[in-house]
T-cell receptor, first 114, second 110 residues
Framework: DVKVTQSSRYLVKRTGEKVFLECVQDMDHENMFWYRQDPGLGLRLIYFSYDVKMKEKGDIPEGYSVSREKKERFSLILESASTNQTSMYLC?????????????FGDGTRLSIL | QKEVEQNSGPLSVPEGAIASLNCTYSDRGSQSFFWYRQYSGKSPELIMFIYSNGDKEDGRFTAQLNKASQYVSLLIRDSQPSDSATYLCAVANSGYALNFGKGTSLLVTP
């Protein structure tokens, strides 16, 4: 079975802090994704990566950055956390290919910014 | 903007009935289609995927794809209360990412 592990299930931070969300997958997947999910807005893509050190902006990249130094690990960084970044953050991974492979999700991190 | 539309529901069906969930998409070039189930407070879980026109069955689940009409459906036979969840439709276009619908809430009543 595919295992996508997110470092924290719940996280509370303060405005202005730099926040790191970590995601590790054990299936040697090339593609990795970060989404946020908010009530009424559905899943929105923040960033994705199709290879080590490669990254592409998604639909809502403002206020976020990412890092992919190793194939199995994809980090999401909130440069200066703000209250409107309070959300559920979901990491996903898939095999190489242009979206024709299913994505597998981690358990999610519920982040609260106070 | 490539749209994936789902009725938000809730769709309420009695236990043992067939639940029918529908999804329409705007990009005629869409290649692959996925159904995810998401329980409240949990992450999406892949149920099925379908690439070709027609039906694909897996246990109690059947995915139906009609590319000419640009819709994909998920049928759940013999619905159980444990099927109560939000079902997300996702569509692959030409890029790496999937486009997700906002989901349909299904409630199976005993």
């Amino acid at each position: 079975d595919v295992k996508v592990t997110q470092s924290s299930r719940y996280l509370v931070k303060r405005t202005g802090e730099k926040v790191f969300l970590e995601c590790v997958q054990d299936m040697d997947h090339e593609n990795m994704f970060w989404y946020r999910q908010d009530p009424g807005l559905g899943l929105r893509l923040i960033y994705f990566s199709y290879d080590v050190k490669m990254k592409e902006k998604g639909d809502i990249p403002e206020g976020y950055s990412v890092s992919r130094e190793k194939k199995e690990r994809f980090s999401l960084i909130l440069e200066s956390a703000s209250t409107n970044q309070t959300s559920m953050y979901l990491c996903a991974s898939s095999f190489r290919g242009m979206g024709n492979q299913p994505q597998h999700f981690g358990d999610g991190t519920r982040l609260s910014i106070l | 903007q490539k749209e994936v539309e789902q009725n938000s529901g809730p769709l309420s069906v009695p236990e043992g009935a067939i639940a029918s969930l529908n999804c329409t998409y705007s990009d005629r070039g869409s290649q692959s289609f996925f159904w995810y189930r998401q329980y409240s407070g949990k992450s999406p879980e892949l149920i099925m995927f379908i690439y070709s026109n027609g039906d694909k069955e897996d246990g109690r689940f059947t995915a139906q794809l009609n590319k000419a009409s640009q819709y994909v459906s998920l049928l759940i036979r013999d619905s159980q209360p444990s099927d109560s969840a939000t079902y997300l439709c996702a569509v692959a276009n030409s890029g790496y990412a999937l486009n997700f619908g906002k989901g349909t809430s299904l409630l199976v009543t005993p």
